[in-house]
């Protein structure tokens, strides 16, 4: 009888060894699609080597788990520094969704009310002469409705202003983020530089996202990649000195995914605040150019959404010169993606994975 068993057990380990040399793994697309890792990597480097990209990273979620997740070229070309799984990126935009989680986990423990006038936390003097300013809300600031231009620098004086009635229509803003980074800062008894450490506290250490950032820390030097254009043209790396709310995340591709693991799994916040936060919060207009160029036509707090055949998605994107990165979310499956890459041609590159992954091909 135990001659039987173990020849059994044997016969048993050489199937399973056998079947694990010779299957590979696989990523479910939003359509039902499998597809073979092997031909992703593969379709991957294509599309880079096409778009001359110098380096980027992927991750991707399959039941909110990572299923797969590959570097791909160079984080320095001239030093001829491989992108591995702790190279950092600058994140761009998409500091703002990570930023948007922070303020409703502190509105999920009451220490801010995102339907508050944020001038009643903080006045900001630059606009003391319209008084339309003190309507604005975290909730707006969030969901691009404030009334803000994107930034100060944009206008012609470089002068602070408001383009609209706050709450009626849809305006990108990074200057919305940055006021709301300062109320935030005011709450939590920091500043535009302890904030970065008070944000790694409350969210990415208990996210387990170690090796990310919002100030810069001395000897992040030989983990950042360096930012390209077509290939060629190194720029002068970022550092920046305070939190920048709305673009001064520097963190990995598998730290973010980490990050969309938390979102979809209600680590630090309920499913109630989760909801809350996804929740639509203004149409688009029609013609929107980054509706025309993205597909989002409506957006939550700190999300972008976007229509598929299979439901709606959550998304954003981030572009830094030549840093540009994006991710999809989507709620019911668990799945989505995380690309981040350091050229000028990433966002290229990434609508072609957010295909794939949608529809498989």
């Known amino acids: 009888m135990n001659y039987l068993l173990k020849k059994t057990s044997k016969l048993l380990l050489l199937v399973i060894t056998f079947y694990s040399a010779t299957s590979t793994a696989q990523v ?53 520094r491989p992108v591995t799984s702790t190279t950092l990126f600058e994140a761009a935009s998409m500091t703002k969704p990570l930023f948007a989680y922070y303020v409703n986990w502190l509105a999920q423990k009451g220490l801010i009310d995102l339907n508050k006038p944020l001038y009643q936390y903080l006045p900001l003097p630059d606009l003391d002469y319209d008084s339309r300013y003190k309507k604005i809300t975290a909730r707006m600031v969030l969901s691009h409705t404030s009334g803000l231009p994107n930034w100060r620098a944009d206008n012609r004086g470089q002068e602070l202003d408001i383009k609209f009635e706050p709450g009626t229509q849809f305006s990108y803003s990074g200057e919305g983020y940055d006021y709301l980074a300062k109320v935030v800062a ?148 668990g799945t989505g993606f995380v690309s981040m890459t350091n050229s000028n041609h990433g966002h290229e590159l990434n609508k072609k994975v957010e295909a794939l992954l949608i529809n498989g091909q």
């Not at 880079?48 to 570097?71: E, F, P, R």
């Open 186 to 333: 005011v709450i939590t008894h920091s500043n535009a530089v302890t904030l970065g450490a008070r944000i790694r506290r409350d969210l990415f250490v208990p996210l387990g996202m170690q090796a990310s950032y919002l100030v810069w820390q001395d000897g992040l030097e030989t983990r950042l990649a360096t930012g390209y254009e077509d290939g060629k043209t190194p720029r002068e790396i970022w550092k920046p000195k305070v939190v920048n709310a709305a673009s001064s995340l520097l963190t990995t591709c598998t730290d973010y995914a980490r990050f969309l693991s938390a979102v979809l799994g209600y680590k630090l916040l309920s499913k109630s605040s989760t909801d809350r936060m996804l929740t639509k919060q203004i149409k688009l207009p029609p013609g929107h150019i980054i509706t025309q160029y993205f597909g989002w036509t409506d957006w939550a707090m700190g999300f972008a959404v976007k229509p598929t055949p299979y439901g709606e998605v959550f998304a954003h994107g981030g572009t830094n010169e030549d840093f540009q990165s994006n991710f999809m979310i989507d709620r019911k499956t």
């Open 28 to 80: 479910m697309t939003l359509s039902g699609k499998l597809l073979d890792t092997v031909f992703l990597s593969r379709y991957i480097q294509m599309q880079m080597d096409s778009l001359k990209i110098t380096g980027t990273a992927v991750c991707i979620l399959n039941h909110n788990q990572v299923v797969y997740q590959h570097d791909f070229g160079y984080a320095n070309l001239e030093q001829k």
